[in-house]
C-alpha cells in the first residue's frame, strides 16, 4: 500500500477502528511490531543487547512500553525511562506499563535520567512523542533529546521521531526546535509527508510502515501517495518492432543564454536518452552548431523553431532578457504540451498577465520548481515554502492548473485537484548544478513518447533520485556526482523497469 494520510486522517482511522476493536489491541499491535523492528536492529543476540526505551506521557509512550515487553520476553535487558507517574498515563499505555513490569522491564530513577548517556546501549528506542506532539519540545525533554542524538548506537523512533512534525517533515519549533535524529523509524496504520520530505529523512532515518492490520473498510480513499513504479506502471510499454523515430515524438529544449548555454544541453541529453524520437535545442541566443559529444541534438535559434509540433521544455539557462520573455509567451501560445523549469518560471513570477495565460491555457503544462521558485511564484519567502511543501506544491497546481514537482529532498508532485505524490527516491548528491535540467528534460522525452503529464512527472522524479541512489551506493557520488552522470543510469532503470513490467 502506498496511501500517506495527514495526521488528522490517521486520527479518524484510528478512532473509527478502536470503535470496533477491543481496548489496547491497536496498542499491542504496534507494541510487537516495534519490538520486532527493533529485534531486527540489534547486531547481537536478544541476551546479550541492552536497550534503553524512552516513554513519553501519552500513547507513544504506551506503544513504547508495549515493545519494551515484547524485547524482554525476547531475552533482551531493557530499561525503560517513564518520566509521567503511572496514574497519570492513558489506559492503553498504563497496561502497556504493567504488562512490561510483568516481563521483567525495569524502570529507571528519576535521579539517573540526567546520565543516560553514561551507559552504553545497544539500541533506543524513541517513544516519547508521536502524532500527539503539540508543541516544541522543551526543559527536561530537550536535554533528554539532546543526549539520545548524541549516542552512537542505532535508535528506532516509533510512529515519528520525537519532536518531528507528521505531516510537514519540520522539527517542531523549527530553527529553535529539536527532534530525535533516528536511524530508523516504524510508522504506524499509514505512511505520513513529514517522514519522507523537508527534513523528515533526516530525523526518520529508513521508514518501515506497520499497518497495525487495520482493515481497508476503516480506510478513507487517500489523496495522497508515496511515489514507487505502481503508479505510472501503465506507461511502462515495450515499443512496437513496428515504430520509426516520429513514434517517440520531439523534444524542444528552449533557453541557454549567453554563459548558460550546457543547461539546456542537459535537458536535451537526458530527452534523447530517456527515449524522445528527435530533440532541438532552441537557443534563445547564438546557438551552437552541434552537440559534439550528442550529435543528434539540433541546436538551433529558438526563433527558428516549431513550436507547434514538439513538447517545449522552457526555462533552463533561459535568462530574464526581453528575449527570453518573447520565447515563454511564444511558448504559452502554441498548442503544445509544456514543462516550465527554472527562468520560465521566474519570468512567469513577475509577469501577471502571463500568470493568467498559463492558468487558462487548454494544454497540459508541468512545472518543476525548486523552492525558491516557488517561493517567487506564491509571494512567500522560502522558508515559508519549506515549512508545508505539501500545501505550497497543492496551491501552485491549484493556481495554474498544472501539475508541480515541487523540488528538493523529498519532491512533491501535486495535481490541480489536490492529488498529492511524495517521492521517497533521491539523496543530496542531486543537489548539483543542472540536475534540475536533466529532470526537465526526462519529463519532456516521457511526454513527448505519449506519457499522460501525471504519470510522466511521477516517473521522471522517481528515475532521477533512483539513478542517484544507484550512483551513490556505487561509490559515485554523492560528492562530487554530475549531473550529466545521471543520464545514462536513468536510462538503465527505464529500460529495466520496461522489461520486469
Ligand atoms: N490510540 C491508539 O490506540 C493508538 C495510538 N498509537 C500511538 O499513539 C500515538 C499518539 O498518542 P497520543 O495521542 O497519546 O499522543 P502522543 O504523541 O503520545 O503525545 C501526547 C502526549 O504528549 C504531551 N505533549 C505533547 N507535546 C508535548 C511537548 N512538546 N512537551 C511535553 N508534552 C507534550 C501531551 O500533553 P498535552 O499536549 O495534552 O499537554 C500528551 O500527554 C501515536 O503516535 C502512536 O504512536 C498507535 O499505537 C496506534 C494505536
Ligand atoms: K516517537
Redesign the pocket.
Known sequence: MSAIYPVAEIRKI?QAA?RDLPPYT??Q???QAAAQAALRLLPCPPHSAAILVLA????????ALEAAAGLAKAGCEVLALLKTPPSQL?P?AAQALARAQRQGVHLMPPEQFADIDSAQWTLVID?L??????????GD?RSLVQAVNAMPCPVLA???PSGLDADTGTV?GGAGGIAVTASNTIT??ADKAGLYTGDGPDYAGSVELAT?AIADQYLPAPNMWLNHPGLFSDYLRPRKRNSHKGSFGDVAVIGGAAGMAGAPILAARAAARCGAGRVFVGYAENPPAYDQAQPELMCRHAADLDFSSAVLVVGTGMGMANSALALLTRALDALSWLVLDADALNLLARQPQLQVQLAQRQHAVLMTPHPLEAARLLGLSTSEIQADRVTAARRLASRFNAVVVLKGAGSIIARADGAVVVNPTGNPALATAGSGDVLSGICGALLAQGWPQWEAALAAVWLHGRAADQLVAQGIGPIGLTAGELIPEVRLLLNQLVQER
Open positions: 484510528e478502536l491497536l496498542m499491535r504496534a507494541g513519553g506521557p501519552g500513547n507513544n509512550g504506551g506503544d492513558p492503553d517513544g512523542f508521536g502524532i500527539g506532539l503539540s508543541r516544541p519540545l522543551d525533554w516509533l510512529d515519528v517542531v504506524f496504520i497495525l
